[in-house]
């Protein structure tokens, strides 16, 4: 049997099983946050699942902070916050404020450097890799890719959904600007040491209706809450683990073509679990002679916005050309016309796997004006869409038996895909 002949009421069962051990974890494991207790509960669960189907199971552990990724957050809303009455008695160290405020930001979140990691308690994470092996010899590889754990709460988005999650963003940007003009007006005026006067008085009493935007900021991303996180990323993993289970049940064995499902841990810490895989298996899938692909899956829940990330880390990673094309061909023959795109604010694991030098390519089914259940405790078992996850599930298969029969030369020709 191929791939692609495995009856739907087996798909339809593939599908029944991805969302009932989306719930099962959910309500047997508690909160998944990087780290913790419950994510490494959840990852030992699979990693005991993928060993019933797997020849082999991998379980790696790595050290991780889970408050630090969020971290340039508190810096923002305490140095900001004090940039304020600061400008009054010397306009010159609001500049200072402004640098402590955006060095962690553009280090931490822009970049997704370690860089406040030091500063925050540590835990222990892990990643869980299992591997079907081909009937001969390895030439082939796919790696179907999701990470296990959740994030905490954005707490503006669940109380006032997208337009207060965007507002709360932008007062602040415009507040840093602010205060940066009148810091600089002040500096040229007044000079930079000394109490302000004048119309420097006046503009700098303006800029206090920021200070709660400044404090709000604290609450971006709530610590003392951790989202169920059934789409993001329950329906990935669950996705990779149906994948190879579907194989194991209708008794497919490839001949020469090894799947793997790589259940990657915090994720939501800043790509740790997948950049930890990248150091902790540095000769992995870089063999001359096995072709090897990476799919990342993120957050597969709104089937309209399905689409191929051929950018990812802020715009900053260039995903692999041919994987991308792959998949957008596999997808057009289950009437799917993708499009690609750039994850233009965040990551996901590709990005790391891209940054590693391995052929990665992320795909995920998410409006980017995020729906309220994005990153909130919305996000449970009781909003799954099955029919997300029944065309995914689909498409996968394609993609399972194309990169079998083809590898990367079924790719199309031509330049890389443009961003749209």
Known sequence: MKVTEIPAE????????????????????????????????????????????????????????????????????????????????????????????????????????????????????GNVMGTYSPSGEVRRRIIINGHSDAVYEWHWHYIGGYKMFLSSIILVILGVVY????????????????????????????????????????????????????????????????????????G????????VALITGSEEAGLRGATAFV??????????????????????????????????LNGTVKNDRAACEIYKKCAARHGMDLK???????????????KGGYRATSVAAMNPEVDKYYHTRLDNYDNLSPECLSKVFDITLEFIEEFDKNGFASAETGDAPSEE
């Open 10 to 125: 087996e798909r339809e069962k593939s599908v029944s099983y991805i969302c009932d051990e989306i719930k099962n974890v959910i309500v047997n494991f508690g909160d998944r946050d990087p780290g913790s207790e419950g994510e490494n509960k959840a990852l030992d669960y699979m990693a005991d699942q993928l060993g019933e189907t797997c020849d082999k199971v991998d379980r790696d552990k790595f050290k991780v902070a889970p408050h630090a990724f969020f971290g340039w957050t508190y810096f923002v809303a305490v140095f900001m916050t004090l940039a304020v009455p600061i400008y009054f008695l010397s306009p010159v160290m609001v500049f200072v404020c402004i640098l402590l405020s955006l060095v962690p930001m553009i280090f931490q979140f822009v970049l997704y450097a370690p860089f406040l990691d030091p500063l925050f308690d540590k835990r222990e994470s």
């Open 279 to 312: 150091k902790q298996h540095p000769d992995y899938a870089r063999e001359e002679d096995v072709e090897t692909v990476f799919i990342t899956y993120e957050t597969l829940r709104e089937l309209e916005y399905l689409g191929i990330y051929n950018r990812d």
């Open 179 to 250: 205060m940066f003009a009148i810091a600089l007006a002040a500096c040229v005026l007044c000079g930079p040491f000394g109490m302000v006067t004048g119309n420097c008085l006046w503009i700098g009493i303006a800029g206090i209706v920021f200070v709660p935007f400044f404090l709000a900021f604290w609450l971006f991303a709530d610590t003392r809450k951790v989202v169920p996180g059934a789409n993001d990323n329950l329906t990935a993993c669950y996705m990779a683990i149906a994948a190879v289970k579907a194989l194991k049940d209708n």
């Open 252 to 259: 497919i064995r490839l001949e020469n073509t090894e799947v």
């Open 340 to 354: 690609f795109g750039s994850v233009f604010a965040g990551a996901t694991d590709a990005a790391a796997f891209s």
